[in-house]
Nanobody, 132 residues
Framework: QVQLVESGGGLVQAGGSLRLSCAASGGTFSTYYMGWFRQPPGKEREFVAGITWSPFTRKGGRPSYADSVKGRFTISRDNAKNTVYLQMDSLNPEDTAVYYC????????????????????WGQGTQVTVSS
């Protein structure tokens, strides 16, 4: 059973930055596709970013991003630490949401899924609030 624990959320002013972390336990993290989703207040959960895995480097993988965060957010992973990160820069109030980490073991393909159904395990979420 895979367990995911997010951390790093909080309150930040518009234009600021936060880095979210997601620590995984159980299974073989290095072979998981990993994703970040978010759920703004009163809205559906949406894809933010994903990263595949690479057999050649502990920090490798192909990233993908939602258009709304491209150029501002960066997803990365460190397989030695069983952790995936989401660096969020130039935050704006529209980024306010609960952010969730998700894992997809045993996947293949050029990109991670952009749909919730493409992931098997989820964290409990961490709140990010951006004030104007």
């Amino acid at each position: 059973q895979v367990q995911l624990v997010e951390s790093g959320g909080g309150l930040v002013q518009a234009g600021g930055s936060l880095r979210l972390s997601c620590a995984a336990s159980g299974g073989t993290f290095s072979t998981y596709y990993m994703g970040w989703f978010r759920q703004p207040p009163g809205k559906e959960r949406e894809f933010v970013a994903g990263i595949t895995w690479s057999p050649f480097t502990r920090k490798g993988g192909r990233p993908s991003y939602a258009d709304s965060v491209k150029g501002r957010f960066t997803i990365s992973r460190d397989n030695a630490k069983n952790t995936v990160y989401l660096q969020m820069d130039s935050l704006n109030p529209e980024d306010t949401a609960v952010y969730y980490c998700a894992a997809a073991p045993g996947r293949a393909g050029r990109e991670t899924s952009r749909y919730e159904s493409g992931y098997d395990y989820w964290g409990q979420g961490t709140q990010v609030t951006v004030s104007s």
